[in-house]
């Protein structure tokens, strides 16, 4: 046990505080398990469909509604309308995991953009900015989608604006909050005085400083984003036939769920693995690289 010890602390003076970091990360097993089950997911969905014998739009007029059989080659049966459930949750899932690697991502270029210049600027048009994010917060999520929706009609196109359009202002305040602290800094005093202007020191000192922060919210982000496609979803007021997505499927198997069982307990396995996964790797990222929790 005493070389263990001796042996962590010979490591932990020879490493940068970002190999630290990195060290400390690998040490947790609870985040490498999430890692590993969050890639067998991913390459499932992405190869995946393209092996299996159904399409996910497929119907199989012998087989509408049969439970898992491995004879027909319906490994986790079939829908009611005797579509590939397997082909159908693998495909859900592109949809479910682009919405949120995609919207997460227009969040944050919005998001962080936005809380830096707030942040760096200060004064009146700071006081503006976020005034307007607190009445941006004040909207109802879902009357904004709605609003949305019937103007512009349902798309997979409008979940990502839906969602972008409420998921930066969180990460507007953080990057701002960080701006405000960072900005005081030696080093952003000396890039005033080399003759830098307000943009090259917002896009190449302020934001790169900001990055920790926003990659352990982002993480934590996406989660929630794919939990707000499938409560979209669910509502009808996201992914549309023929195409689908964990929201999809979980809501046509909760139609069905004395009949066929099955229909729901899949799609909702897929989703809440994946959800766990990436929370689980977003808590690990935080106590690794948060010099709070250092």
């Not at 036939?241 to 964990?246: I, N």
């Not at 909760?254 to 989703?271: D, G, K, N, R």
Request: glycine share 8%.
């Amino acid at each position: 046990m005493k070389m263990v010890n001796v042996q962590e602390q010979v490591i932990d003076r020879s490493l940068s505080p970002f190999h630290k970091s990195l060290y400390r990360l690998y040490r947790n097993r609870a985040t490498m398990l999430s890692v590993a089950l969050l890639v067998i997911i991913l390459l499932l969905c992405l190869i995946g469909p393209e092996l299996l014998h159904w399409r996910y739009d497929e119907v199989d007029w012998e087989h509408m509604g049969v439970a898992p059989d491995w004879v027909s080659g319906h490994y986790l049966g079939t829908d009611a309308n005797g579509r590939d459930l397997l082909a159908r949750i693998l495909q859900g899932g592109r949809i479910s995991l682009m919405v949120g690697l995609l919207a997460t991502a227009v969040s944050l270029v919005i998001g962080v953009t936005y809380g830096a210049i707030a942040g760096y600027v200060g004064g009146r048009l700071d006081h503006i900015m976020m005034r307007l994010v607190d009445v941006l917060y004040a909207l109802p999520f879902m009357f904004f989608v709605i609003l949305l929706t019937v103007y512009f009609g349902r798309s997979l196109w409008l979940i990502f604006i839906a969602i972008g359009a409420v998921e930066w202002l969180t990460m507007a305040r953080i990057v701002r909050g960080q701006t405000l602290s960072i900005k005081q800094r030696s080093f952003i005093e000396a890039a005033r005085l080399s003759g830098a202007g307000n943009a090259a020191i917002i896009f190449r000192y302020i934001i790169p400083n900001t990055l920790g922060p926003v990659i352990i919210y982002a993480t934590l982000m996406v989660p929630q984003v794919i939990l707000f496609e499938s409560f979209l979803s669910f509502l009808g007021l996201g992914v549309q036939e023929p195409m689908t997505s964990w929201g999809v499927l979980i809501a046509e198997g909760a139609a069905e769920m004395e009949s066929s069982p099955w229909m729901i307990i899949y799609p909702a396995v897929f989703l809440s693995l994946t959800l766990f996964a990436l929370n689980f790797i977003g808590d690990g990222l935080r106590d690794a690289f948060d010099p709070k929790d250092r």
